[in-house]
């Protein structure tokens, strides 16, 4: 089955330490992101690529990094720098007039 | 700058009943696209309905319809015959095209629907 998926579904992090969420999307789309959602909130925009070995700063990057080295992963490091890392944070990759999502992971900082 | 606003918070419908959730954009963008998505409290995001600017025709998939109305820079969501299933979380959202052929959304923020039986 085609699709995107995120792992893992439930992460905790301690103060101070940096974590990795995992986005593998096998639709062969170009295109990737990642958002956050805060509770109540619609989405916003972390970092996105629109092909491999290249990505942007979306709205809120300050505290992340990513990397794209193959063109089916997209992970997000969420670094110590980011003071307010609990979130939702759903990984979505596009074809034209549509945009498909990953079933997300909820980021919990102890 | 390109904004989405989603003025009801929450919206309650009889099952078996029609509902309009509403939603208005701001672009200066001649070409952009609408999206509409259903988020139940599992959390993932269900692709719903594509509306492009150019597109004639008001976009229908099953029971869901976009009211699209350029001028007035609305593309209301209607939905028909509510089920109990479709209370939800549902987020409007903008892509333009001219940021890339595939560029991100940005998303309103939200409407939370309850389907009474």
């Known amino acids: 089955d085609g699709g995107i998926t995120q792992s893992p579904k439930y992460l905790f992090r301690k103060e101070g330490q940096n974590v990795t969420l995992s986005c593998e999307q096998n639709l062969n789309h170009d295109a990737m992101y990642w958002y956050r959602q805060d509770p109540g909130q619609g989405l916003r925009l972390i970092y996105y690529s629109q092909i491999v070995n290249d990505f942007q700063k979306g709205d809120i990057a300050e505290g992340y990094s990513v990397s794209r080295e193959k063109k089916e992963s997209f992970p997000l490091t969420v670094t110590s720098a980011q003071k307010n890392p609990t979130a939702f944070y759903l990984c979505?990759?596009?074809?034209?007039?549509?945009?498909?999502f990953g079933p997300g992971t909820r980021l919990t900082v102890l | 700058a390109q904004k989405i606003t989603q003025t009801q918070p929450g919206m309650f419908v009889q099952e078996k009943e029609a509902v309009t959730l509403d939603c208005t954009y701001d672009?200066?963008?001649?070409?952009?696209?609408l999206f509409w998505y259903k988020q139940p409290s599992s959390g993932e995001m269900i692709f719903l309905i594509y509306?492009?600017?150019?597109?004639?025709q008001n976009a229908t998939e099953g029971r869901y319809s976009l009211n699209f109305q350029k001028a007035r820079k609305s593309a209301n969501l209607v939905i028909s015959a509510s089920q109990l299933g479709d209370s939800a979380m549902y987020f409007c959202a903008m892509r333009g095209v001219l940021r890339g052929s595939q560029g991100n959304l940005i998303f309103g923020k939200g409407t939370k629907l309850s389907v009474k039986p």
């Open positions: 979505a990759s596009s074809s034209p007039n549509e945009q498909f």
């Open positions: 672009t200066s963008d001649q070409s952009y696209g």
């Open positions: 509306q492009g600017s150019y597109d004639e």
